[in-house]
């Protein structure tokens, strides 16, 4: 069985940052795509990130965050700079059992619980 815990969310004041971590278990996940996404209250599931052996960003990340994985720990971490308060949501890590980016919630297979990041001005 897949498990996704995240972990590393979150008060943090504007300006500020955090690194979220996912750690997954109950398959091999190097031929996987990762992902973080993140849902405000009243809006939709939306991409932040996702990784194969390349990288791909939502426009409002890039510049900002830095995803990566570490296929040997079974690991992905979301390194989250120059916060704010529009950073404001539940982020989710999850997996897509295929290889390839994607910005559809749909294609993605697995997910974790979530993890509350709050940023205040």
């Known amino acids: 069985q897949v498990q996704l815990v995240e972990s590393g969310g979150g008060l943090v004041q504007a300006g500020g940052s955090l690194r979220l971590s996912c750690a997954a278990s109950?398959?091999?996940?190097?031929?996987?795509?990762m992902a973080w996404f993140r849902q405000a209250p009243g809006k939709e599931r939306e991409l932040v990130a996702s990784?194969?052996?390349?990288?791909n960003y939502a426009d409002s990340a890039k510049g900002r965050f830095t995803i990566s994985r570490d296929n040997a720990k079974n690991t992905v971490y979301l390194q989250m700079n120059s916060l704010k308060p529009e950073d404001t949501a539940v982020y989710y890590c999850a997996v897509r059992t295929s290889w390839g980016h994607s910005y559809y919630p749909g294609a993605y297979q697995h997910w974790g619980q979530g993890t509350q990041v709050t940023v205040s001005s």
């Open positions: 990784i194969t052996s390349s990288t």
């Open positions: 109950g398959r091999t996940f190097s031929t996987d795509t």
